[in-house]
RNA sequence: GGCGACGUGGCCGAAUGGCUUAGGCAAGGGCCUGCAAAGCCCUGUAUCCGGGUUCGAUUCCCGGCGUCGCCUCCA
């Protein structure tokens, strides 16, 4: 069974389901507001990764990702290029799924909208206020986090050392707020601003609100595993389940949180620090599927460098599972070898443990190349089903050169005869061809193979 | 100022109180090959520094140095 590390509990422990067989997850989708950076398609690729591996565990996973729709980042570009906010959303949304397509990441079973769920929102702020959690000021409503006698849970600081904190930075709205650490669940509007009716004048919703009525309506309270990256634990996520608990109702059992990307130096790559290198750069120049080779090879919690280097290993590391999968389709359909698929479930049930699965995949390529060297081919066939179960399973596809030309199957056929004739100054320009035209050419005793480079 | 994470070989990156080693990339040697490619076998250099606990620490504890993150809206 998965066992996860709980940023609540700071452990290890098995992530218990509500249902046998089932499990519900909800995952923080993105502000649709530019183009996606290198840490969204961190986060994405690693909970592709997670819904993958449990549904090839027989899981059924319902994977609720929001896209956040309405937000000041939004109007704030609108307004700087004096767009409609909508063409922006509509336009980055698109942006971002072709993207996560290019990356092999499966679309999310529901991916609700913020703005679809404004009247839930009022309602939602309406009974908090009820409660006496929230209350009004001039220019939002604001949660009273002293109402969440927890408050600081997931940060793992209490109220009172994060109030001392915080340096110079600036407290929105704090004149007004009881507490500074009060955040708005709802912002009124400027004149031209988008904006929905509430009891309390037109506005707009705070960001924290939208995943807690999304992930409530279409998970359940007390639902399983709770997704996002390390830079939203505190304040998103806390301030999430501080609206539940100031509802009165059960939030998420467990909460999952992956590390960050970081630059060469070692530093955080962030809008905010300005140093984003573009997640769209890196699937257009590089094969796509190097950064969730990289990603695997990393665990899900430690923070991963991108660079040149980096990504130039993954890619050769894969060009060597490619040239595995072109010798091996040959060897037909078998049965995946149990003992492997047992030790990959021991591996990935303990936190997600890709680089021990990926080290398992090449030790079981190695051992399955052996065994066709020594001519074992019923152990090399199950090892090999083996691995393309384990890289399915992790989403990575492997490319067992299917998409050879004609032409240069014709030229592979030529140079077989050549080598046959011993004519090898044929041989050598027919290769010469072959490999200016992007192919890797592999010439053996049961004929030439070429594959893309 | 508060809270936390991390410092492993040429690079990336796991694991671990001693027992057999992560793994990838790069490097060297060998086998195979007409030559390559792919593959197989073998090899090297490592656990930031200083104390402590221990029969024994890279692993646990303390201190130091260094890097990074969070402390109100960034995946």
Same mark, same amino acid.
């Given at each position: 069974?998965?066992?996860?590390?709980?940023?609540?509990?700071?452990?290890?422990?098995?992530?218990?389901?509500?249902?046998?067989?089932?499990?519900?997850?909800?995952?923080?989708?993105?502000?649709?507001?530019?183009?996606?950076?290198?840490?969204?398609?961190?986060?994405?690729?690693?909970?592709?990764?997670?819904?993958?591996?449990?549904?090839?565990?027989?899981?059924?996973?319902?994977?609720?990702?929001?896209?956040?729709?309405?937000?000041?980042?939004?109007?704030?570009?609108?307004?700087?290029?004096?767009?409609?906010?909508?063409?922006?959303?509509?336009?980055?949304?698109?942006?971002?799924?072709?993207?996560?397509?290019?990356?092999?990441?499966?679309?999310?079973?529901?991916?609700?909208?913020?703005?679809?769920?404004?009247?839930?929102?009022?309602?939602?702020?309406?009974?908090?206020?009820?409660?006496?959690?929230?209350?009004?000021?001039?220019?939002?409503?604001?949660?009273?986090?002293?109402?969440?006698?927890?408050?600081?849970?997931?940060?793992?600081?209490?109220?009172?050392?994060?109030?001392?904190?915080?340096?110079?930075?600036?407290?929105?709205?704090?004149?007004?707020?009881?507490?500074?650490?009060?955040?708005?669940?709802?912002?009124?509007?400027?004149?031209?601003?988008?904006?929905?009716?509430?009891?309390?004048?037109?506005?707009?919703?705070?960001?924290?609100?939208?995943?807690?009525?999304?992930?409530?309506?279409?998970?359940?309270?007390?639902?399983?595993?709770?997704?996002?990256?390390?830079?939203?634990?505190?304040?998103?996520?806390?301030?999430?389940?501080?609206?539940?608990?100031?509802?009165?109702?059960?939030?998420?059992?467990?909460?999952?949180?992956?590390?960050?990307?970081?630059?060469?130096?070692?530093?955080?790559?962030?809008?905010?620090?300005?140093?984003?290198?573009?997640?769209?750069?890196?699937?257009?120049?590089?094969?796509?599927?190097?950064?969730?080779?990289?990603?695997?090879?990393?665990?899900?919690?430690?923070?991963?460098?991108?660079?040149?280097?980096?990504?130039?290993?993954?890619?050769?590391?894969?060009?060597?599972?490619?040239?595995?999968?072109?010798?091996?389709?040959?060897?037909?359909?078998?049965?995946?070898?149990?003992?492997?698929?047992?030790?990959?479930?021991?591996?990935?049930?303990?936190?997600?443990?890709?680089?021990?699965?990926?080290?398992?995949?090449? $030790?079981?390529?190695?051992? /399955?190349?052996?065994?066709?060297?020594?001519? %074992?081919? !019923?152990? &090399? *066939?199950?090892?090999? =089903? #083996?691995?393309?179960?384990?890289?399915?399973?992790?989403?990575?596809?492997?490319?067992?050169?299917? $998409?050879?030309?004609?032409? /240069?199957?014709?030229?592979?056929?030529?140079? %077989?005869? !050549?080598? &046959? *004739?011993?004519?090898? =100054? #044929?041989?050598?320009?027919?290769?010469?061809?072959?490999?200016?035209?992007?192919?890797?050419?592999?010439?053996?005793?049961?004929?030439?193979?070429?594959?893309?480079?």
């Amino acid at each position: 069974m998965l066992h996860l590390y709980d940023t609540a509990t700071r452990e290890v422990r098995e992530v218990h389901l509500r249902e046998p067989g089932k499990i519900g997850i909800y995952l923080c989708g993105p502000t649709v507001y530019g183009p996606p950076h290198l840490g969204h398609g961190r986060a994405t690729l690693v909970y592709d990764i997670l819904r993958r591996y449990l549904e090839w565990s027989g899981l059924t996973v319902r994977l609720v990702s929001n896209i956040t729709d309405i937000d000041d980042k939004i109007i704030d570009r609108a307004n700087r290029e004096g767009r409609p906010w909508e063409d922006i959303t509509h336009k980055c949304e698109d942006v971002w799924f072709t993207a996560m397509r290019k990356l092999n990441v499966l679309r999310p079973t529901d991916v609700p909208h913020a703005t679809e769920y404004v009247t839930q929102m009022v309602e939602m702020i309406g009974t908090l206020m009820s409660r006496n959690a929230a209350y009004a000021t001039s220019d939002g409503v604001y949660l009273d986090v002293n109402a969440v006698p927890d408050y600081g849970l997931l940060a793992h600081q209490s109220l009172e050392d994060m109030l001392s904190g915080g340096g110079d930075r600036e407290v929105l709205g704090a004149a007004e707020k009881r507490t500074p650490a009060d955040f708005a669940l709802w912002k009124f509007s400027k004149p031209g601003e988008p904006s929905w009716p509430s009891p309390w004048g037109e506005g707009r919703p705070g960001w924290h609100s939208e995943c807690v009525v999304m992930s409530l309506e279409l998970l359940g309270e007390s639902f399983d595993l709770h997704c996002g990256g390390a830079d939203l634990r505190f304040p998103h996520h806390e301030n999430e389940r501080a609206q539940a608990v100031a509802l009165g109702k059960t939030f998420a059992q467990h909460w999952m949180h992956n590390g960050f990307v970081v630059d060469a130096e070692g530093e955080k790559m962030s809008k905010s620090l300005g140093n984003v290198t573009n997640l769209l750069d890196l699937i257009e120049h590089y094969d796509p599927r190097a950064y969730r080779m990289l990603l695997l090879q990393t665990h899900y919690r430690s923070p991963v460098k991108v660079g040149q280097d980096n990504i130039d290993a993954s890619v050769k590391s894969l060009a060597g599972l490619d040239a595995f999968a072109s010798r091996l389709a040959a060897l037909g359909v078998a049965t995946a070898d149990g003992d492997v698929l047992t030790s990959f479930r021991r591996v990935m049930d303990d936190d997600l443990d890709t680089p021990g699965a990926t080290a398992l995949i090449f $030790d079981t390529v190695r051992r /399955a190349n052996a065994a066709v060297d020594s001519g %074992d081919r !019923a152990l &090399a *066939a199950s090892l090999a =089903a #083996a691995v393309m179960t384990m890289c399915s399973a992790l989403g990575l596809d492997l490319q067992a050169g299917s $998409d050879v030309e004609d032409s /240069a199957a014709d030229l592979a056929r030529q140079l %077989d005869a !050549a080598r &046959a *004739a011993k004519d090898f =100054a #044929a041989a050598d320009r027919i290769r010469g061809e072959l490999q200016s035209a992007g192919y890797v050419v592999e010439t053996t005793k049961d004929g030439t193979r070429v594959r893309r480079a």
